[in-house]
């Protein structure tokens, strides 16, 4: 015999369903935006309060701009910027270009193999980046790239790949192939038709293939810190941990520094959040 439970207890139990799920949504998003919380908090306290044994969690005394002043003119903290725009700009672009020509050869065009080849891209992408800084030294030394923006940027070309081309290629096979022969009919080859007609169908993919390698590269220190060796051609995440001295740590003007350099990709994200989401969960939407 079953027993059928009354409505209103049915209504209880979602209504206690959807403030679980509102909890742990909540404790999620805290969990993870309290860090950068606590580093935009520490970057306006004054040193004084943060030598203090006791933290504060706020800048009771009076919060201070010091530590934004020291990280542009005591610090010098602009070249930084500049060498990573110039490295990872030029890695995301090749890196697009060449991430669109392999996703649609693996998608669209009757290759053999072609499973084989995505799952050996995705597999590259699997090693530690500690287990590859010494054979990509010994490359970029042989080939005279070591300390230089051609040196880094290929390398990040590298990282990037795997990423770009497992999203590009999640869209293109989801773009109906009649596009593909009416572009024939038309007389376009292959590269005609993915500049011309693929990427801007897929262009939902496209952008968030490219931001999400963007910031890949724009947080990567192991690698800079072992291929770069000049301070003037250093990037950021380098030029931050150079701040700590031999006897102390300026915390509030690495904070600040943390601060000035994320607050561009969270606006980005911000912006770009739902195509983001569209290219990372397209490969659910084919089978």
């Known amino acids: ?19 679980s799920f509102g909890l742990l949504v909540t ?18 306290e004054p040193d004084r309060d943060l030598s203090r044994f006791t933290p504060t969690w706020l ?3 009076g919060g201070t701009l010091q530590h934004y002043i020291n990280v542009f003119e005591v610090k010098d903290f602009t070249p930084y910027i500049l060498n990573s725009v110039v490295v990872d700009v030029s890695a995301t672009a090749i890196a697009l270009v060449l ?37 990509l030294y010994e490359v970029l030394i ?20 795997p990423l770009m081309v497992y999203i590009l290629w999640a869209h293109f096979r989801t773009i109906p192939r009649e596009i593909d022969e009416a572009a024939r009919i038309d007389g376009a080859g292959a590269v ?10 897929a262009l939902p993919g496209v952008v968030p293939a490219a931001l999400l390698g963007f910031i890949a590269s724009w947080n990567e220190l192991l690698l800079a810190l072992s291929l770069m060796t000049s301070p003037s ?25 943390s601060v000035v350099v994320t607050v561009p990709l969270v606006v980005l994200v ?3 959040q739902r195509r983001i989401v569209e290219g990372v969960t397209a490969g659910a939407v084919k089978g």
């Not at 042989?142 to 790949?161: A, K, N, R, W």
């Open 1 to 19: 015999m079953t027993s059928i439970s009354p409505p209103r207890f049915r209504g209880a139990k979602r209504e206690g369903k959807r403030w």
């Open 27 to 44: 404790g999620i998003a805290v969990w993870s935006l309290f860090p950068f919380a606590w580093q935009v908090i520490t970057s306006f």
């Open 59 to 61: 800048p009771v005394r």
């Open 99 to 135: 991430a669109a020509l392999a996703a649609y050869s693996i998608a669209r065009l009757p290759l053999p193999g072609k499973g084989v080849v995505l799952g050996l891209v995705l597999g590259v992408s699997m090693f530690p980046q500690i287990s590859i800084v010494t054979p």
């Open 142 to 161: 042989s080939m005279h790239l070591i300390d230089t923006y051609q040196g880094l940027s290929g390398v990040y070309i590298g990282l990037s790949l």
């Open 192 to 201: 005609r038709t993915l500049w011309s007609v693929i990427i801007p169908v």
């Open 233 to 257: 051609r250093q990037t950021i995440p380098v030029g931050i941990a150079n701040f700590t001295g031999i006897y102390s740590i300026p915390w509030g003007d690495i904070a600040a520094a």
């Open 270 to 272: 911000l912006i770009f």
